[in-house]
């Protein structure tokens, strides 16, 4: 069993940044491959971006490409994602996740254990 506990978001301007942190517990992450996913009111969830469980492979959303950054620390049990050039359109509850295979997937019911999210707000 994996616990995972986000922390990091609030609310920035435009053009700023934040650094999500997901701390895991319980077991080690270092065999899970790592995402974070986001929902905004009245949206589905959306994959965000993810990691490889040795975090040499990662994968990103077109709309975060160039803008956010996956990485992991596996030392720390810790995953984070840098969120830079934040657009109001980021705005949305952030999830980290874990998906028991290691390898990078995409889809929400791929993923084993979820935290319970960060709020992320972006003002104009």
């Known amino acids: 069993q994996v616990q995972l506990v986000e922390s990091g978001g609030g609310l920035v301007q435009a053009g700023g940044s934040l650094r999500l942190s997901c701390a895991a517990s319980?077991?080690?992450?270092?065999?899970?491959?790592m995402g974070w996913f986001r929902q905004a009111p009245g949206k589905e969830r959306e994959f965000v971006a993810a990691?490889?469980?040795?975090?040499?492979?990662?994968y990103y959303a077109d709309s975060v490409k160039g803008r956010f950054t996956i990485s992991r620390d596996n030392a720390k049990n810790r995953v984070y994602l840098q969120m830079n050039s934040l657009k109001p359109e980021d705005t949305a509850i952030y999830y980290c996740a874990a998906s028991a295979p290691g390898y990078i997937v995409t889809m929400y019911y791929e993923y084993d254990y979820w935290g319970q999210g960060t709020q992320v707000t972006v003002s104009s």
């Open positions: 990691i490889s469980y040795s975090g040499s492979i990662t």
């Open positions: 319980g077991r080690t992450c270092s065999s899970y491959a």
